[in-house]
T-cell receptor
Framework: EAAVTQSPRNKVTVTGGNVTLSCRQTNSHNYMYWYRQDTGHGLRLIHYSYGAGNLQIGDVPDGYKATRTTQEDFFLLLELASPSQTSLYFC???????????FGPGTRLLVL | QQQVRQSPQSLTVWEGETAILNCSYEDSTFDYFPWYWQFPRESPALLIAIRPVSNKKEDGRFTIFFNKREKKLSLHITDSQPGDSATYFCAASPSGSWQLIFGSGTQLTVMP
């Protein structure tokens, strides 16, 4: 079973604050993804990556940066957090494209 | 914008009944359709998936029916159990793409 971990699990920040969400997968998967989940919208893709140093823009990238430092680690950065970014954030990984995505436990972010 | 639509938004059935969850899409380039389920306070996980070379995919009590001409698919859960109570997401991926586009989900409740 694929192992994807996320930290922190919960985060509270203020408007304008700086937040970094971390994701690590230990199955040597090439593909990693960041999603946000909001009621009524399902899962929406923010950024994704194929390998260290690679970054692709997803469907809702505004206000987010991402960086893939190693094959295992994928970070999501909110440099000026806004209340609209209050959400549940999931990281996922997969071995290939159009393959099973394995999700981490999620990070719940509250921006006051 | 590429879209995946699901209906109904919520569904309640009795134990032993068949639950039918619907999904439709717009982009004819979509060629991979996974269904993910998510239990309360857990992460999404792959349930079953289909590619357009088939019009049916079965896994135990779970069956996907696929109609390429109408751009519709449905997930049938036979002999529904209370443990099937979850939110079900239909997703789709364009040909040659890493991206998964998720619908907004159907919340299924199975009453004992």
């Amino acid at each position: 079973e694929a192992a994807v971990t996320q930290s922190p699990r919960n985060k509270v920040t203020v408007t304008g604050g700086n937040v970094t969400l971390s994701c690590r997968q230990t199955n040597s998967h090439n593909y990693m993804y960041w999603y946000r989940q909001d009621t009524g919208h399902g899962l929406r893709l923010i950024h994704y990556s194929y390998g260290a140093g690679n970054l692709q823009i997803g469907d809702v990238p505004d206000g987010y940066k991402a960086t893939r430092t190693t094959q295992e680690d994928f970070f999501l950065l909110l440099e000026l957090a806004s209340p609209s970014q209050t959400s549940l954030y999931f990281c996922a990984s997969s071995e290939t494209d159009q393959d099973t995505q394995y999700f981490g436990p999620g990070t719940r972010l509250l921006v006051l | 914008q590429q879209q995946v639509r699901q209906s109904p938004q919520s569904l309640t059935v009795w134990e032993g009944e068949t639950a039918i969850l619907n999904c439709s899409y717009e982009d004819s380039t979509f060629d991979y359709f996974p269904w993910y389920w998510q239990f309360p306070r857990e992460s999404p996980a792959l349930l079953i998936a289909i590619r357009p070379v088939s019009n049916k995919k079965e896994d135990g009590r779970f069956t996907i029916f696929f109609n390429k001409r109408e751009k519709k698919l449905s997930l049938h859960i036979t002999d529904s159990q209370p443990g099937d109570s979850a939110t079900y997401f239909c997703a789709a991926s364009p040909s040659g793409s890493w991206q998964l586009i998720f619908g907004s989900g159907t919340q299924l409740t199975v009453m004992p």
